[in-house]
C-alpha cells in the first residue's frame, strides 16, 4: 500500500486523515499542497479517480477572485489555473496507487487496507 496525503498543515480533515493511517500503523507521505503542489501526472490520476476536475475545487477557497476566475476560463485552461493555485484544491485528497478520495474518508480507505 503506497498512501499519499495531500493536505494543507491548517486543515483539520487533513489532520484527522494523517491520525486514520497513523492509528493503523500505515505508512503514508504527507505532500503539502501549499508549499510543494501535485504534479501533471498526479492531478490526472487522482482527476480520473474522483470524476473530475470540478470534484477537486474548494468553493470556500479564500482566494475568491480565482475561483471566479476558473468558472469562466475554457475547461483546459481551468485545469492548468487550478494546478498554478493548489490552495484552490478541496483537502485531503488521499490516493493509493489508482484510487483516490476527497476529502476525509475512512470507509473508503479501510476497503484498502
Keep these: 500500500m503506497n ?3 495531500f493536505g494543507k498543515s491548517k486543515c483539520f480533515d487533513t489532520k484527522k ?5 497513523k492509528e493503523r500503523k500505515i505508512k503514508y507521505q504527507l505532500i503539502n499542497m501549499t508549499e510543494k503542489g501535485m504534479s501533471k501526472g498526479e492531478y490526472n490520476s487522482v482527476k480520473q479517480a474522483v470524476g473530475g476536475y470540478e470534484n477537486l475545487i474548494d468553493e470556500k477557497a479564500k482566494d475568491k477572485d480565482t475561483l471566479m476566475l476558473i468558472k ?7 485545469e492548468d489555473k487550478l494546478l498554478e493555485n493548489p490552495q484552490l484544491f478541496k483537502t485531503p485528497i488521499v ?8 476529502g476525509y ?3 473508503v480507505w479501510k ?3
Design 3 to 5: 498512501i499519499q496525503i
Design 72 to 78: 469562466y476560463l475554457a475547461d483546459e485552461a481551468k
Design 17 to 21: 486523515a494523517e491520525r486514520y493511517f
Design 105 to 107: 474518508k475512512p470507509e
Design 111 to 113: 476497503t484498502w487496507e
Design 95 to 102: 490516493r493509493n496507487s489508482r484510487q483516490a478520495t476527497v
